[in-house]
């Protein structure tokens, strides 16, 4: 019997509300919309921490990212901690295309056969110096256009993000994944395949063809949009909304609300633009036959606050930041696919893969499968899960540039968020968060010093340090 195939997509920094199907109908997304209403729509999906490396080593590996050995941004993925693809069986056609952030960016390794890369900003991270004669797939495709590199990166002239993003739709960096992607799923075989795909966008610099796509002044917002975190808030959190709040970022002055609205318009646009490469992917499945056995993901793998709290970027524990969209459509399940209620986490994505797949889950793994929970026979009711910081978003440490405030991320801290709707966010140096989501969805007010509550904050604590224990978290 043939295994079914697996199509793995994922967006970089893309919050849960903007899709339709968690309640954003303003946004245009009808290829993901389309995708949404054939899957299993999970509604409270958690990352395993909100930065790119240490989110994307859980969603590849099936390991918290302090197992896998990624605690911060442009960590590699050690050789010995595999991915899903060195999970699945030779007769598998595996293939990567787009960003990895998890070492050599541009190589083949980790079980890909196939390997598709489009960034050239991560070659600090490279193995091994010759590498860096070489420059990604997507730089050949820009050269072939006619377009030369605008600056120059370790001895090598390449493309920046901006200049990419500043391109028309067709030479985008969405626009070509789409069409290498489309071009794979179209020349397979008989033998099943699992394919990655990983977007960059709507990741910064929050420019592109699109940017006009949205009417600013239309865009909704909540009531955390713009708001300063209290007075009791903890000070990393206090000093990154007053740094935002008084920024001109992207081009913009976020010192004003027109400010952030044209930045949030231009990350709908990204979106959408994401979208539009999703639904010549999704055409060419259903083109081969194969669409009715393929196992299709789409995920991220972490948010973005987008000015709410007065904040832009990821990072913190608010929900903007760490709930993402998470759609699974697996045709060959006989239950009908429909919303998951409870609280997911990326910690059970591999093991739920491999259970759709009709593989073996591999001891290593930290999640467990949650195909019970789409056959009807279990529910995330009950659930709660954890999110972890490692103390270092590795951006300064790389030299990348990032914002100010994000140099200041030197304490760990740990998050639980429970299945019936508290969050504790603990930090290491005795400061804290703790928010009734029931009663404030928006984080609005940091329960964590009321008398009140101080048994509530022992109980969540000790849920922490028994998951601590539990998955040798030692921070």
């Known amino acids: 019997m043939t295994r079914p195939n697996l199509l793995y997509i994922f967006t970089d920094q893309q919050r849960a509300d903007t899709l339709s199907c968690y309640g954003n109908h303003q946004i245009e997304t009808p290829a993901l919309n389309g995708l949404a209403e054939d899957s299993f729509v999970f509604e409270n999906a958690y990352v395993s921490q909100p930065v790119c490396s240490p989110a994307r080593a859980t969603m590849l590996t099936g390991l918290w990212p302090h197992t896998a050995g990624v605690p911060s941004c442009n960590v590699p993925l050690a050789a010995d901690k595999p991915t899903i693809a060195e ?49 990604s797939d997507y730089h050949h495709f820009l050269v072939d256009k006619g377009h030369n590199p605008d600056t120059e990166l370790l001895g090598q002239k390449v493309f920046s993000r901006h200049y990419a993003a500043s391109l028309p739709e067709e030479c985008t960096k969405a626009w070509y994944l789409g069409e290498r992607a489309s071009e794979y799923i179209r020349e397979q075989g008989d033998e099943p395949f699992a394919l990655c795909v990983s977007y960059l966008e709507p990741h910064p610099p929050h420019t592109g063809p699109l940017n006009d796509y949205f009417d600013p002044d239309s865009l909704p917002t909540g009531p955390a949009f713009m708001r300063q975190p209290p007075f009791d808030a903890p000070l990393l959190i206090r000093l990154m909304a007053a740094f935002y709040m008084q920024s001109e970022n992207y081009g913009l002055d976020l010192r004003t609300e027109t400010g952030w609205r044209a930045l949030m318009a231009r990350y709908w646009g990204n ?106 026979h279990d529910n995330l009711d009950n659930d709660d899960v954890f999110v972890e910081w490692s103390g270092e978003d590795g951006h300064a440490r790389a030299g990348l540039g990032e914002a100010e405030p994000n140099q200041s991320m030197v304490h760990q801290y740990r998050t639980v968020v429970t299945a019936d709707g508290w969050k504790l966010n603990l930090y290491g140096k005795g400061q804290g968060e703790l928010y009734d989501l029931n009663d404030d969805p928006f984080e609005l007010e940091n329960l964590y010093h009321h008398d009140g509550q101080r048994a509530r904050i022992g109980e969540l604590r000790e849920r922490i340090r028994a998951w601590q224990e539990e998955t040798g978290d030692q921070p």
Do not use: C, N
């Open 87 to 135: 999970m699945l069986p030779r007769e598998y056609d595996t293939a990567f295309m787009g960003k990895w952030h998890l070492g050599d960016e541009i190589f083949p390794q980790h079980g890909f056969k196939t390997w598709v890369g489009t960034e050239d900003q991560y070659r600090r991270g490279y193995s091994k110096s010759e590498r860096l004669a070489e420059v």
């Open 271 to 376: 979106i959408t633009l994401v979208d539009r490469s999703v639904g010549r992917i999704l055409k060419a499945l259903e083109e081969s036959g194969k669409a009715d056995d393929t196992i299709v993901v789409f995920t991220s793998d972490h948010g973005e606050l987008m000015g709410d709290h007065g904040i832009l970027g990821k990072t913190l524990m608010y929900e903007e930041s760490i709930k993402v969209p998470m759609l699974l459509r697996a045709p060959m399940l006989d239950h009908p696919s429909r919303r998951i209620s409870g609280r997911f986490s990326h910690i059970d994505l591999v093991p739920t893969l491999m259970d759709l797949l009709g593989l073996e889950r591999p001891d290593r793994l930290q999640g467990r499968s949650r195909v019970p929970v789409l056959q009807g």
